[in-house]
């Protein structure tokens, strides 16, 4: 076998796989992948999607990232998040939501139970409204928490949304192999 | 007599007898990261983020006297460390949801984590429960964003003479509150041309109807990192002094 060979066994020329999903969150970030516009051609030459909402593949398989916007706020987000974890080698929070909870955390002060009335029952303009209860619905948690409180998170993206430019910096700065960094005016939380 | 000198990260930096690190340093323009310093008040030394290593030991660099020939370590790794935990513990404590603050791009706390690249919390959220004070007819508190700081006390006490503001409780409880029968601000002389109406660093002394005249992406923080905006800092990063 030549060392040149030798090397590519080590190292495979092959595409990364790329997961990504949107929990509690607003699909804005997955908006803001897109505005690497042209740059996705770039990235298509380096990675190959698995789960995402841009491919529609309902379970991820082995992959070596996974980019997950959004936070924790009902029990399927666990149970995705799970799935991210064990499946990926790198796993990336991007976006508020997914860092602190973000928007759907400015509940967690009020009571779920008063909530779901006030939406479905009291709230002005109801008639004869209901509480969700299908079976397929998954159940809400009483407080909405950010990824990193449930699974171990290697990187994380700020922002809402992180800028599209921010998006590619970060994700050439990992596919190259250098440290991720995001400096003055690419890196801002709001 | 000669003049003295301290020694920050290497750089001389003249001061005169009293000055503490923090004044010497500000003089000098040179950068050292803090939030409850302000260089009209009296230092307090509360908030820590201008810890440094003066002579090999851990101070606070607002309170700690400048001596001749100190040496003061400050933008170096270890200390940035230790302060971005710091940072990330103000973050948990409270409810600093930036995406729907007014004070989004002005905000120092929000500064001085760009500054010190914190891209998390680390820690878990407390998600404190603070109800906001509207009451006042020119100004909104929002609990929600304190880090006790005490610049409002001090600058309602000490400038203003109206001691509108004070810190209550110990420990974990410690909290911001209003020096009024009802609790509200609405209830105390406080109006919108005290010295403590314009001192708070985050987003909780807050004017009516002025949160978005300058639209989030060109605010101060937006425009220049906070570090970058003490002018011979600049020059010294830029290679230009």
Known sequence: MSSSSEMSALAPNRKLRFATTSLAGCFGCHMSLLDIDERLFDLLERVEFDRSPLTDIKHCGPCDIGLIEGGICNAENIHVLREFRSNCKVLIAIGACAINGGLPAQRNHLDLGQCLQEVYLTGPGIVGGQVPNDLELPLPLDKVHPLHEIVRIDYFIPGCPPSGDAIWKFLTDLLDGRTPRLGHPLLHFD | ?241
């Not at chain 2, 820590?48 to 001749?68: E, H, Q």
């Not at chain 2, 370590?73 to 973050?91: A, V």
């Not at chain 2, 905000?107 to 001085?112: D, H, K, Y």
């Not at chain 2, 906001?132 to 304190?146: G, I, Q, T």
Request: glycine content about 8%; hydrophobic content about 35%; overall charge neutral.
């Open chain 2, 1 to 241: 007599m000669r003049a003295q000198y301290i020694l920050v990260d290497g750089l001389p930096i003249p001061f005169e007898e009293g000055q503490t690190i923090m004044q010497a340093a500000m003089v000098a323009e040179v950068f050292i990261p803090h939030l409850c310093h302000h260089p009209e008040f009296k230092p307090q030394g509360s908030c820590k983020l201008c810890t440094v290593k003066a002579n090999g030991r851990y101070v606070s660099a607002c309170t700690m006297p400048a001596k001749d020939g100190m040496e003061v370590e400050n933008n170096s790794p270890d200390l940035n460390d230790k302060r971005r935990t710091m940072l990330q513990m103000l973050f948990v404590e409270g409810n600093h949801f930036c995406p729907s603050c007014e004070q989004s791009g002005n905000c120092r706390l929000q500064a001085l984590a760009y500054e010190l690249e914190m891209l998390t919390p680390h820690f878990n959220q407390f998600y404190p429960d603070r109800p906001l004070d509207a009451s006042h007819p020119e100004v909104l508190l929002d609990f929600n964003r304190c880090i006790l700081c005490e610049l409002c006390v001090r600058a309602s006490r000490d400038v203003d003479g109206k001691n509108v503001f004070a810190l209550s409780g110990r420990g974990i409880g410690k909290h911001l509150i209003v020096n009024a029968e009802s609790g509200r601000l609405a209830d105390t002389a406080f109006s919108l041309a005290d010295k403590a109406a314009h001192v708070c660093p985050v987003g909780v002394i807050l004017e009516k109807r002025r949160g978005f005249a300058i639209p989030i992406g060109r605010r101060r923080y937006d425009l220049e990192p906070i570090g970058m905006q003490v002018e011979g800092q600049a020059r010294r990063r830029s290679g230009e002094l």
